[in-house]
């Protein structure tokens, strides 16, 4: 079955930086896109950043220039690197992917940015 297991969240000041790691199992990964997202508390779920099989990303407005998402298909993981953190950075982000018309979620790691 399907399984995402995200890493790397924690406590960092506003300007710092942390890496997210999701690890997948479960299917072929590097046939499959592959996304962040995240959830601020009060808040709904927004897409952060996206990486398709070939490569290619897409970025959610608010952090571009700061987060870069990659992929390693050998490790089957997909990665994102968060520079400049800020306080609205703060969330649960979660990792997710869509296989067979199915949408799955990691149970999300907490990144917190204090100011």
């Known amino acids: 079955q399907v399984q995402l297991m995200e890493s790397g969240g924690g406590l960092v000041h506003a300007g710092g930086s942390l890496r997210l790691s999701c690890a997948a199992s479960g299917f072929v990964f590097s046939r499959n896109a592959m996304a962040w997202y995240r959830q601020a508390p009060g808040k709904q779920r927004e897409l952060v950043a996206f990486?398709?099989?070939?490569?290619?990303?897409n970025y959610r407005y608010s952090v571009k220039g700061r987060f870069t998402i990659s992929r390693d298909n050998a490790k089957s993981t997909v990665y994102l690197q968060m520079n400049s953190l800020k306080p609205e950075d703060t969330a649960v982000y979660y990792c997710?992917?869509?296989?067979?018309?199915?949408?799955?979620w990691g149970k999300g790691t907490l990144v917190t940015v204090s100011s």
């Open positions: 990486i398709r099989s070939s490569g290619t990303t």
């Open positions: 997710n992917t869509n296989e067979a018309g199915l949408d799955y």
